[in-house]
């Protein structure tokens, strides 16, 4: 029992990713009909806004040591950062010690700023081609910009860790009247499932509840119609595409304390993510998140000893074996419409 | 009156003709002189680099390449000649290898097995390479290893810690200078022993490859002779980048050591991942909750940032060593580049030196002269104390370090500290041992 909880937790949170970015995924499809294999990569740039501020906010004045030597032998560079010395060692420290917080705040005006450019610069010239087309550039940009990141930031995964505050893990084990340790779970992926909810929740708020989304809903619906009204729906989808990309940037922010960002992260996300998608349904925000979570705990159970045992190298295989089911059941996915991608 | 009667059919014929003329003496004179593939014309001679220069290791590929560069040029007789100045031969005069310049080519290896092999051999073809060294996987070397042998080319392995390179899988033709899982096993269990006792109960997260299960099987069985009970050993998929339902288990499994069979991105993650967990923080049978990381990387390492404090490990060596030759390869590498070298950069130094000097000592560059001058070969002055090729199956041996996570790092590179040198005679082992069985070295191949 204690073993089921603790997969369904894990899979919450490995679900609050592929949510967030199948959500994007959908919502650039729904509104551009772009599939849009660069998503990952939008992923990947998050949680490098999230190292970038790291390494901003941790720019240094550097005075030689005169006792300390390095390995040279020669004089020990002695490095203190510029907040340190503005805001006193100790809020200084505080500050670097939040950084993967205060980068929400930072990547919210690069991601719309990047996702802007893809979308004016690249991707509108692709709106009247076959998906082929889209998928090949989208997929070209994708590895341009890991690359670009690579060489920025070498191969290796850099540290960036969460606040000091959120190291460790709780112990719901004890809570739920079950021996200490048996169910343990890290303190920042607990944060990462609430801050992945209330990101859907502000993107469904944002289309059901505002002006501006429910131009965007019914663009979706019927772009043609909305067009015939009088309303420039072009530019409200360049909108959606960058709060998009931001979306999938936040996803990115929030995950750099779980596992040390590296220029391939966006890639390993991506094509789960648009297994997501598609068993979810082409389109449908709510079928995404659905299927994202879904999927996410499916994972995790397969991982399980008890189940690897019986069905060796079923973690590695169910996703597309599940996905294979519902498409075969459901050939237009959980909550897929009709009309959608058949045209 | 001569009449010139060109026509554009009478024009290739002839061309191709001469053409395959001209072609065939210099590849019969090639074969007949020297007996081997490649033989060096003229006046310089070509080693062949082949590292990983894109994917996951492409940093420790580059660490690879700038050691290489370093070897050449100590070779040619540049800079202040690094280890060439400790190495217990003095064959090597900083006059290129028997007379002849080195040059170099470089190959991406993009750690896949067949782009592996694919860049060994333009290497060898077009490029003339007359040896092949480097890489940063077991499954590459391996691969890149029985390439080599066929075409009748010396492999100088760079890194590769499965058995399976001078186990199964050895060639006659290729050499590793690298240690291996058994010896990190062999290393590892009295230090373990000392500092966790032998009542424990260890549990195994490994990749799911060549290297990785070698690594189990070594470090299991040492430890389940001191003592240990082995929990579970549950294999991981190489493209893993999430842990966390690995991980989440192990408390609840009755373990109260982690040991991950994991390297690169895959250590760094699974590291991190059991690190949040906050398993170091937690009591289980009584016993403070432990985690090994058997084979350490530097390199590696600096991505799991402050969470490898405290936590043991093995590595080929490290830059704080403080014997003449490791500090004159520190110094060499650190003053041309600004930092310190990495052990895969030590390693395929020394393995571009051994293989310098084993043809400067042969002669020749005929693969079987070499092989003949590597095997057996002992030596010191390369930063490793004293060490033999062994014949039986071309695997170094040496010290091996036992390293923990440092608790307070004074710089970047600062990351890992030796607690414990093993000597040699501790991780040596017999060539027949069954852990090593299957598979025969074979005899040399020349080529040609």
């Excluded at chain 1, 720019?59 to 006792?67: A, D, I, Q």
């Excluded at chain 2, 590292?51 to 800079?79: F, K, M």
Aim: aromatic residues 10%.
């Amino acid at each position: 029992m204690d073993a089921i909880i603790l997969q369904i937790l894990n899979g919450l949170d490995k679900g609050s990713a592929y949510a967030l970015i199948a959500l994007g995924l959908t919502l650039i499809f729904g509104t551009l009909g772009v599939v849009n294999f660069a998503h990952g990569a939008l992923f990947m740039i998050g949680a490098f806004c999230a190292v970038t501020l790291q390494r901003i906010l941790s720019l240094s004045t550097v005075t030689l040591s005169k006792t300390e030597t390095n390995f040279l032998g020669q004089p020990a560079e002695i490095k203190t950062p510029y907040v340190e010395s503005w805001f006193g060692p100790e809020a200084g420290a505080a500050i670097i010690d939040w950084s993967v917080p205060l980068a929400i705040l930072f990547s919210i005006p690069v991601m719309i700023a990047i996702g802007f450019i893809m979308e004016r610069g690249l991707i509108k010239h692709f709106y009247k081609r076959p998906h082929a087309d889209q998928i090949l550039v989208t997929f070209g940009l994708a590895i341009v910009l890991q690359e670009v990141i690579k060489y920025f930031y070498g191969a290796n995964p850099i540290p960036t860790g969460a606040p000091e505050v959120f190291k460790g893990s709780f112990d719901f084990g004890v809570l739920l009247g079950f021996d200490p340790n048996a169910i343990i779970y890290p303190y920042w992926r607990l944060v990462y499932f609430g801050f992945s909810a209330l990101i859907i929740s502000a993107v469904f708020a944002f289309l059901q509840f505002t002006t501006f989304g429910m131009v965007v809903r019914a663009g979706m619906a019927d772009r043609e119609t909305v067009g015939l009204l009088g309303i420039n729906i072009d530019k409200r989808f360049t909108i959606m595409f960058g709060l998009a990309a931001a979306v999938a940037g936040l996803a990115g922010v929030m995950y750099a304390p779980i596992n040390s960002p590296n220029y391939h992260m966006g890639m390993d996300f991506l094509v789960l993510s648009f297994v997501v998608v598609v068993v979810g349904g082409m389109g449908s925000l709510p079928g995404a998140v659905l299927a994202g979570f879904m999927l996410g705990i499916l994972e995790s159970f397969a991982s399980m000893n008890e189940i690897k045992s019986l069905i060796p190298g079923i973690d590695q295989i169910i996703i597309y074996v599940v996905a294979i089911l519902i498409l075969l059941t459901r050939p237009r996915g959980l909550m897929g419409r009709k009309g959608v991608m058949e045209e | 009156m001569s009449t010139s009667n060109f026509t554009r059919r009478g024009l290739l014929k002839t061309s191709a003709v001469a053409g395959a003329g001209l072609a065939l003496p210099t590849y019969l004179s090639a074969a007949n002189h020297a007996g081997y593939t490649n033989a060096p014309q003229g006046d310089t001679v070509t080693l062949g680099f082949n590292v990983p220069q894109s994917g996951p290791y492409a940093d420790e590929g580059a660490d690879e390449l700038r050691a290489y560069e370093l070897a050449v040029e100590h070779l040619n007789g540049g800079g202040d000649g690094g280890m060439m100045n400790t190495f217990s031969s003095k064959e090597l005069t900083g006059n290129g290898i028997l007379g002849k310049k080195v040059e170099y080519v470089t190959g991406d290896t993009q750690t896949k097995s067949d782009a592996a092999r694919a860049s060994a051999k333009s290497m060898i073809e077009k490029d003339g390479a007359v040896m092949i060294t480097g890489g940063s996987s077991s499954g590459v070397a391996i691969a890149v290893q029985g390439l080599c042998q066929e075409a009748g080319i010396i492999f100088m392995a760079g890194l590769t810690h499965s058995n399976d390179t001078t186990g199964k899988d050895k060639k006659a033709n290729g050499f590793r200078h690298f240690f291996n899982g058994y010896m990190s096993a062999a290393a590892l269990a009295p230090v373990l022993k000392n500092l966790y006792g032998t009542d424990r109960n260890a549990y195994h997260l490994t990749a799911d490859y060549t290297w990785g299960w070698t690594q189990e099987e070594s470090i299991a069985a040492a430890t389940e002779a001191m003592g240990w009970n082995t929990v579970n050993k549950v294999r991981t998929p190489l493209a893993s980048t999430d842990f966390s339902s690995y991980i989440a288990p192990v408390l609840n499994s009755g373990a109260d050591v982690l040991v991950l069979n994991h390297y690169g991105g895959n250590m760094v993650n699974s590291l991190t991942n059991a690190v949040q967990f906050g398993l170091r923080d937690k009591q289980v049978n009584g016993k403070n909750f432990e985690i090994v990381v058997p084979l350490y990387s530097r390199l590696m390492a600096k991505g799991a940032g402050a969470n490898v404090k405290g936590i043991h490990g093995s590595t080929n060596w490290h830059w704080s060593l403080q014997d003449d030759a490791s500090k004159a390869f520190v110094k060499s590498f650190g003053t041309k580049y600004g930092f310190p070298p990495s052990q895969a950069a030590h390693t395929v130094y020394c393995q571009t030196m051994l293989y310098a000097d084993a043809a400067q000592r042969a002669g020749t560059f005929n693969p079987c002269g070499i092989a003949e001058a590597l095997e057996g070969f002992e030596f010191d002055g390369l930063g490793n104390g004293k060490t033999l090729y062994r014949a039986a199956d071309h695997q170094c041996f040496k010290d091996v370090l036992v390293v923990r996570g440092k608790e307070n790092p004074t710089s970047e590179f600062d990351l890992l500290e030796v607690v414990e040198v093993t000597p040699a005679a501790q991780v040596t082992y017999e060539p027949d041992h069954p852990m090593f069985a299957g598979g025969a070295l074979g005899t040399c191949n020349p080529g040609a």
